[in-house]
């Protein structure tokens, strides 16, 4: 058991799966682990992973870390070394039976994460039946994903992707998504755009009586939206050419 | 190409999936479209889907409607049908390229389409290469999914998982999540909780010094969560067969 905190200090949640069937799903397991920056995956009763099979094969990348350091273990000692949060698409109705409520949705998991520092086990359940009622009743917290009423029964690997990437903010500093703040048009370059369509109007001879009325709705069409500056640059530079264009002719 | 809607009026949006090589992602999507509440899956050049192969293995109830009625379609027609999201792990860093630029998150996507009328086709690219610039740049919008920058490529079904889990609520009017808030024990509840535990304490002969800061060291633990009206109750029976068990002796 490592003990890997992310910046603000929270610790990064371990994954526990409990006696999964199929060794696809522990490597698409894996592979999210990998995608949103968990390293720790615990195996109760795991089928064999053969590094030739599945597992491996739907693992990506996590083929060389993830699976390889994952650690077999019991369900008794994750329910006795972590903080524990059992993952189910079945949960009960109201506070009249305890083992499946109250739950969380995993974005609530997620804010209720956000600074715990102790070490917290997601625990994800067998494919066809999840976790059992027994072991539900010896976890702390019951996370269940929001779906259709008329089918609600997340695919294990799917669940599990689900879950990790709405509690990516407690693995990972950042994301590989660059800031797109500082590209945007600022409000002087989106009204210097409207004087130079303006002018372009004007040049172009269109029918003064049109002009306002065309000039508002280019202005309408571009208020609901957020242009780039290049977007803008661009625009003024195809007028800029048919403008050269025209003179020439 | 139907024309469903969502109770707030916008167009549930449908999937589009372009050159897949592996059944089994086909399958994955379907039952992820099934699970929150998608129906029209518009297939591309896709792999041969035999009923008793990985798409219909993969696919859980959505075996039934989701993949028998799914369309073979082309990537011009996608275009030229519907509002175009395309789906990508690889952006560009800012403005100066609009191939992949700007990019929304699922999350912002969600809320983009929120009252759109038009119709909508969620745009997922082949396995190894995802989208090509050359198609890329016919979509009309980008979205990119955040992950770690160190293995930020997710495996097709699991993006289109997690797409399709954020964009839930454009297709489903309500989850199968009951709603949670009746549940919760009042302020007057918790209030009856401690007179009660302050009765009790004088009543097991709790040491005098200690029972304020006792009865604050609970109401601090308590405090901290929302109590369930049952979780007080059975706490408040606990101390009540303790009495009575007591007064016997």
């Not at 397991?29 to 089928?47: S, T, Y």
């Not at 009249?96 to 520092?117: D, K, N």
């Amino acid at each position: 058991m490592t003990d890997r905190s992310a910046e603000d200090g929270s610790a990064v949640p371990a994954v526990a799966v409990v006696d999964a069937e199929t060794p696809g799903n522990v490597g698409t397991i894996a592979r999210a682990m990998k995608n949103f920056g968990f390293e720790d995956l615990l195996l109760v009763d795991p089928p064999a992973l053969d590094p030739d099979g599945e597992a491996y094969g739907y693992a990506g990348q996590a083929r060389e870390d993830v699976l390889p350091t994952a650690t077999e273990t019991t369900f008794e000692a994750v329910v006795s070394e972590y903080h524990t949060v059992g993952f189910t698409a079945v949960t009960n109705e109201d506070g009249t039976s305890h083992v499946r409520f109250p739950y969380l949705t995993p974005r609530e998991l997620a804010e209720e994460l956000q600074g715990e520092g102790r070490q917290t086990a997601l625990v994800f359940g067998r494919e066809r039946t999840g976790l059992y009622n027994e072991e539900l009743a010896e976890l702390d917290r019951v996370c269940a994903i929001p779906a259709d009423p008329a089918y609600p029964v997340l695919n294990l690997g799917q669940a599990a992707t689900i879950a990790l990437y709405e509690l990516r903010e407690l693995a990972l500093g950042e994301t590989h998504l660059p800031d797109r703040e500082p590209s945007w048009a600022t409000p002087g370059e989106v009204e210097r755009f409207h004087d130079h369509f303006e002018t372009f109007l004007e040049h172009i001879e269109y029918p003064e009586e049109k002009r306002a009325k065309t000039e508002r709705l280019l202005r309408r069409l571009l208020g609901r939206t957020t242009p780039t500056g290049r977007e803008l640059t661009t625009l003024r530079g195809v007028m800029r050419k048919a403008k050269r264009t025209f003179d020439r002719e």
